[in-house]
């Protein structure tokens, strides 16, 4: 298995399995989170897959030639809420809110993830670069991480030559 899919499915396991995610999600939405490792954009996820945690993608960042390979990867957290609170003139979807909520808890997931699994992950940033949408009654945000990982000297399993 190449080293992004190592990672995609770390990801995945990290956040699907994450503790404070479910609670959030239950707290608010009644349900867990599903965890999709990429997304088809022709066939969107179903109103009962909310919220949701997406992997977009990780991908190897080329790097110098130190003993580090450094990966990037987007992650999305979706919601669905058409609720609309008011106070006086200032009006708020709530899904906007617990989407940024829900964000922020995901990467503290993995934060704590690579805590429990340092040889998987080295060192791992949040780049800042986090950015919200609505698509009405959908509400998403997105936040771009960054995972170093010590080069590994692991060569291909094959057939030995005349054996």
Same mark, same amino acid.
């Given at each position: 298995?190449?080293?992004?899919?190592?990672?995609?499915?770390?990801?995945?396991?990290?956040?699907?399995?994450?503790?404070?995610?479910?609670?959030?999600?239950?707290?608010?939405?009644?349900?867990?989170?599903?965890?999709?490792?990429?997304?088809?954009?022709?066939?969107?996820?179903?109103?009962?897959?909310?919220?949701?945690?997406?992997?977009?993608?990780?991908? *190897?960042?080329?790097?110098?030639?130190?003993?580090?390979?450094?990966?990037?990867?987007?992650?999305?957290?979706?919601? *669905?809420?058409?609720?609309?609170?008011?106070?006086?003139?200032?009006?708020?979807?709530?899904?906007?809110?617990?989407?940024?909520?829900? *964000?922020?808890?995901?990467?503290?997931?993995?934060?704590?993830?690579?805590?429990?699994?340092?040889?998987?992950?080295?060192?791992?940033?949040?780049?800042?670069?986090?950015?919200?949408?609505?698509?009405?009654?959908?509400?998403?945000?997105?936040?771009?991480?960054?995972?170093?990982?010590?080069?590994?000297?692991? $060569?291909?399993?094959? $057939?030995?030559?005349?054996?």
């Amino acid at each position: 298995m190449s080293e992004v899919s190592e990672i995609l499915l770390m990801l995945g396991e990290a956040l699907v399995n994450d503790e404070d995610i479910k609670q959030f999600c239950q707290d608010n939405f009644g349900r867990d989170q599903t965890v999709f490792v990429g997304m088809n954009n022709e066939d969107t996820p179903a109103d009962d897959e909310y919220p949701l945690i997406v992997i977009f993608y990780a991908e *190897r960042v080329v790097g110098d030639s130190s003993n580090i390979n450094c990966f990037a990867s987007e992650i999305g957290a979706g919601v *669905r809420n058409k609720n609309l609170e008011e106070t006086g003139k200032l009006k708020v979807y709530t899904g906007m809110i617990q989407v940024e909520d829900l *964000r922020e808890i995901i990467e503290t997931a993995i934060f704590a993830y690579r805590l429990k699994h340092p040889r998987e992950f080295g060192k791992i940033n949040v780049s800042g670069d986090t950015r919200s949408e609505t698509y009405y009654p959908i509400f998403r945000s997105n936040t771009l991480i960054t995972i170093e990982k010590i080069r590994t000297s692991r $060569k291909p399993i094959g $057939k030995k030559k005349g054996g």
